[in-house]
């Protein structure tokens, strides 16, 4: 499946892939919605909240959920914007296979962990942040 065309129709598909097609054929439009608008590229920044749910859409497939991240991300690289991703890591640390975090974090350009305090919740802090930045 080739979504870098949102004109694609053709070649046989699986109902997780015509999911995730349909999804990125929308933030696709959106996007060119928006920079029409505005006469100019970037200033955009596409936020996924939960990645798993992806994962529940694709069925299962990681593969499939991996393939419309980089296709979003061609997408949003090309047009000089941003792609958020939240992935609650502690989902997948208790799968043997956590490759589905570093695949992320390979995508990724900053990755920021957010913990809870080692002392347990305060009354005006509940965790912290750390960043990484990726080159």
């Known amino acids: 499946m080739d979504m870098l065309h949102p004109d ?4 046989k598909v699986t109902k997780a892939e015509n999911a995730l097609f349909e ?15 505005e006469g100019k590229r970037g200033g955009v920044c596409i936020m996924i909240d939960d990645l798993s749910l992806l994962e529940i ?7 499939h ?4 991240l980089h296709y979003c991300r061609i997408l949003t690289s090309e047009q000089g ?3 958020v991703l939240l992935s609650h890591q502690d989902i997948y640390a208790s799968m043997d296979n ?15 962990d957010v913990e809870p305090l080692n002392s347990g919740l305060a009354a005006d802090v509940h965790g912290q942040v750390l960043g990484k ?3």
């Open 8 to 11: 694609y129709t053709g070649g």
């Open 23 to 37: 999804l990125y054929k929308s933030i696709h439009q959106k996007l060119q919605e928006c920079i029409s608008s």
């Open 57 to 63: 859409v694709a069925h299962g497939s990681e593969e």
């Open 65 to 68: 959920v991996l393939d419309f």
């Open 81 to 83: 914007c941003s792609l």
């Open 98 to 112: 956590s490759s589905f975090i570093r695949h992320l974090e390979y995508f990724a350009d900053i990755v920021i």
């Open 133 to 135: 930045h990726i080159i």
